[in-house]
Each structure stands twice: as structure tokens, then as C-alpha cells.
């Protein structure tokens, strides 16, 4: 269950394909580059339990850097392409970074961002300050270093107030390839098995981009690696490599399912068996419509980069109980009141992991006290259980809108403006309001600019009025051209909401 040993038995089977480029490593390719990768970190002094971070675009030397990582006890940081100096300099800092891995595009970020790191490679061109890392391992042993250990990951959260905080679990005990939790849930849950052909559409920087495309790795599949997600390209690599298994965002369903009629239906997805969603609230019409299309192949999951807890449903369970994200496999789920007394099935309250996987926010002992009580720990959401253990998010805690004395959850309001044709993205919002304390807000991005304006506003409302009680519904709509949404379809809503509440009083 590792990567060396399929570098054993079937060397020329392609470990990772760019779908851009074409360019391909084989297992016998990643095998001799991760070992470069470690007996580059070792003949640097670093040691297990050291951590690097990884500024660096989707491309072909990004999970080799992390196998060798893994393969050397370290500890990797794969840091968003997004970033400014600023922020990447703080991570860099904060983890402990003892070398920095960049693209050369990042070259100027990561660059003014480590200036304090001695170990510092550039990949794909030359940056001042930096070897480069192609030449830098060519001098490198491909064989495995003497002490090998298993590494981890340490990933940062993306939240837009305060600075991210490191999630950080223990290492690994055990040799490399030892089992893990997630290889094991990925087996049952989805049938991960060698031969599988997986496309990763979004960041490898992400938790579950990475993590899974390394379970991949694990079973001897290959994974065929998007440079950037675009929705037509999507489909047609699914036909082209036969693709088996996919994870994907719900905003790349919706722009998908956005697509003209006979762009949708041009390509040969039959070979698709398993594609999972996560990481953000999935409308219920999407995903209906989504199961119309692809056939019951799209299962969910609910988790976060802290892995404190972790629900699991079929398509066939979830058209039986529409808008549920499962029931628990890691964690006991338990809703608390505001008081943090448990709540029955039915009600609706802050959901905790009760007993679930352990970890702790790096140098924040403060962060990582705040998210926990005897009850477990928890994401900050907001649902309820019903009487047979299933979830049913009702949305983030710190986006509810309380207008008029009356709680409104955005994400109904958004689910309905979603399914508009002329709605490309959406964000909704409490916005300060004298009379009411808050008043819903949307912002709108518009499949046509030109479009943008009353005459749309008021359609837009009219469309969610007809389907939502008027309190949960914006009472005015702006427009922006994009709205500042992740790269794994997180939507930083803090961002536009800040806007809007700086003048307001204390």
C-alpha cells in the first residue's frame, strides 16, 4: 500500500497524467523522484518530525515533493497558490518551514516570503535565491534513504478573518507503507482498488485533493491531475482515460450542469463509477439533477481538513432522504442548544464529533480549546439529526442572519438562486439594517454582465420569493463580475460581508 511497491510490480503503469500537458510519471518514475526528494532533504540536515511547505501550481513534480516528504518522516505544508507574501510568509514561519518547494511562477511569493530558508527549490524555471529543482535532484541517489519513517501532512485552514491556523496530527508510527484510516474508508466507502483512474479536478494545495490522490497512489492507480478545472474539459477527459473515480465540488456541478444541453450530452461518461463531493452544501435540485444525468454514481461526505468527525452517504440514501450528508462513520454526532445541552432528533443546533479523530491547531493551544467541549469537537455548523442517526446541515454558524429577531440561514436563499439560469455564483448575507438589526443580502454573479441591474435584481427576487418564505429572501441584490470563491469551491463570504458592515456602528 504504498507507492514503491507498485514501482515494483508494475513500473510502467502512469502514477500521475497532467491532463493539460500530457506529461505522465510512471510508478517507476515516482519512485526514483520521491527518493531523490528525500535524500535531498536528508543531505540538507533535515530529520523526522521537520516540516517544509510547498508553494506550488498543479503540475508533475507536486506529489513526488510530498511522497519524498512522506517517505522521510517530514511533515508537509502545501500552501495555496493565492496567497500573498504576507500570508505565505506567516505559514512559512508558523510551521517551522525548513525548506520551501515553489513553481516559478510563486517564484517572487515564496521568495520574499522565506527569506530566512536556506533550502529553497524552484520548479519550472529559474527564481533569484532558489536552486532549481530539476538539476538539484538529477544529482541525487534514486535509492531510498537508510531511515526511512512516515511522514504527514499539515494543512493549513482558509479561513479569511485572523491568521489560518495549522491542523496537525501526530506522525505515523510503522514503516511507509503501513494502513492508514483514510485507505481503509476509501476502500469500503468507494471501492478505491488497483487499476482505478481517478481525475482530480482542483488544487492539489487542498486536504482532500491531496489526500486522496496519495490513496490513489497507494492502490496502484492513476490519477490524471486537471491544471485548472474547466467544465466542458472535465467531461471530455472522463471519456478520453476512461476515468473510474472523480471528486469534485458542487460549483463544478453547477457550472457543468450550466453547459448547453448538447455540450452535456457529447461525451461517453459511462465509465464513471464513483464521483464524491464534499466541501461545501450541495443544493438538493443540483444534485437531482446531477443524479438524472450521470446515473446513482455521486456520493457524499461531510468532514474538514481537522478530521474530527465524518459522515458518509450513498446516492441511494440520499434520494431517500434528499439533502442529508449521512450518517456518522468517525464520531458520534451530537446537536447542542446555545447552552450546550443536547438537543432530540428533529432540532436544530451547533453539531459536534463526539470521540472522533484527534488533532489540535498548531501553536494555538487557545484555537484548538475553543472548538472542543465534553461533547467532542466541531466544524461550526449548524443542523440536525433525524431519528434514524442521518445529518441535514442547515448552514455555517456564523453566517446565520437575524433579522428582526427571526434566525435566516443564507444557504436556502442561495440554494434557490443558484438554480436561476442567469446566476452564475451567489453569495448571501446579513447586511446592518436600523430597523431590523440585520437585512438579507445576495450578491450576484451574473452569467452576463451587461445584464446586471434592475431589471435583474428584481427578477432574481421575484424568482426566490415564488419559492421561500419573504423573510428568508434578499431584500436587495448587488452585482460583481466574480465572486471570491476558493479554488475548492469555498466561498469567502467574509470578504463581501465586511464591505457592507464597516461603517455600521459597534
Excluded at 74 to 96: H, P, Q, R
Excluded at 122 to 137: I, M, N, Q, R
Aim: hydrophobic share 45%.
Amino acid at each position: 500500500m504504498h507507492p514503491f511497491r507498485h514501482a515494483a510490480t508494475m513500473p510502467d503503469t502512469p502514477a500521475i497524467i497532467m491532463a493539460g500537458s500530457g506529461a505522465t510519471l510512471s510508478y517507476a518514475g515516482l519512485e526514483a523522484r520521491s527518493n531523490q526528494v528525500a535524500q535531498l532533504l536528508r543531505a540538507h540536515g533535515l530529520v523526522r518530525g521537520d516540516t517544509i511547505a510547498i508553494l506550488m501550481h498543479n503540475g508533475l513534480d507536486y506529489l513526488p515533493v510530498c511522497w519524498g516528504a512522506q517517505r522521510a518522516g517530514i511533515v508537509f505544508v502545501a500552501m495555496s497558490t493565492k496567497l500573498t507574501a504576507d500570508e505565505a510568509g506567516y505559514i512559512v514561519a508558523d510551521s517551522g518551514a525548513k525548506a520551501v518547494f515553489a513553481s516559478a511562477a510563486l517564484g517572487a511569493v515564496a521568495a520574499e516570503a522565506s527569506p530566512q530558508v536556506a533550502a529553497r527549490f524552484a520548479s519550472g524555471g529559474a527564481v533569484p535565491g532558489f536552486e532549481d529543482l530539476d538539476t538539484t535532484l538529477a544529482a541525487m541517489p534514486t535509492t531510498r534513504i537508510a531511515d526511512e519513517s512516515a511522514g504527514r501532512d499539515m494543512l493549513y485552514s482558509s479561513g479569511t478573518t485572523g491568521r489560518p491556523k495549522g491542523v496537525r496530527g501526530p506522525l505515523p508510527e510503522g514503516p511507509i507503507d503501513s494502513g492508514d484510516a483514510l485507505q481503509s474508508l476509501v476502500a469500503h466507502l468507494y471501492g478505491f482498488a488497483p487499476g482505478m483512474i481517478y481525475l482530480s479536478p482542483a488544487p492539489l494545495y487542498h486536504a482532500a485533493p491531496l489526500r486522496y490522490c496519495m490513496a490513489v497512489q497507494r492502490f496502484g492507480g492513476t490519477v490524471v491531475v486537471m491544471e485548472r478545472f474547466d467544465p466542458e474539459t472535465y467531461l471530455a477527459l472522463v471519456e478520453k482515460y476512461r476515468i473510474t473515480h472523480s471528486q469534485l465540488v458542487p460549483t463544478m456541478f453547477v457550472r457543468m450542469l450550466k453547459l448547453p444541453e448538447n455540450v452535456r450530452h457529447k461525451y461517453d461518461l459511462s465509465s464513471l463509477k464513483v464521483a464524491i463531493h464534499a466541501a461545501a452544501p450541495c443544493p438538493v435540485d443540483v444534485k437531482h439533477a446531477m443524479i438524472a444525468w450521470w446515473g446513482p454514481v455521486i456520493y457524499e461526505y461531510y468532514s474538514a481538513t481537522e478530521g474530527a468527525g465524518f459522515t458518509a452517504i450513498t446516492p441511494q440514501e440520499w434520494l431517500a432522504r434528499p439533502g442529508s450528508v449521512g450518517k456518522s462513520i468517525l464520531g458520534e454526532i451530537r446537536v447542542l442548544a446555545d447552552d450546550d445541552s443536547l438537543l432530540p432528533p428533529g432540532q436544530t443546533g451547533r453539531i459536534f464529533f463526539h470521540g472522533g479523530g484527534h488533532f489540535e491547531y498548531h501553536n494555538d493551544a487557545a484555537k484548538t480549546a475553543s472548538v472542543r467541549t465534553e461533547h467532542g469537537a466541531t466544524f461550526g455548523d449548524i443542523g440536525h439529526v433525524d431519528d434514524e442517526g442521518y445529518l441535514f446541515l442547515t448552514d455555517r454558524a456564523a453566517f446565520m442572519i437575524i433579522s428582526g429577531g427571526v434566525n435566516v440561514y443564507p444557504q436556502e436563499a442561495e440554494n434557490a438562486l443558484t438554480l436561476h439560469p442567469e446566476v452564475a455564483d451567489v453569495a448571501v448575507f446579513g447586511v446592518p439594517d436600523a430597523e431590523m438589526g440585520e437585512a438579507v443580502k445576495a450578491v450576484v454573479q451574473p452569467r452576463d454582465m451587461a445584464r446586471a441591474g434592475p431589471e435583474l435584481e428584481a427578477e432574481l427576487i421575484a424568482f426566490v420569493r415564488a419559492r421561500l418564505s419573504h423573510v428568508k429572501c434578499p431584500k436587495s441584490i448587488d452585482f460583481l463580475a466574480e465572486l471570491p470563491r476558493h479554488d475548492t469551491g469555498k466561498l469567502y463570504k467574509r470578504l463581501l460581508k465586511d464591505k457592507y458592515w464597516a461603517d455600521a456602528p459597534a
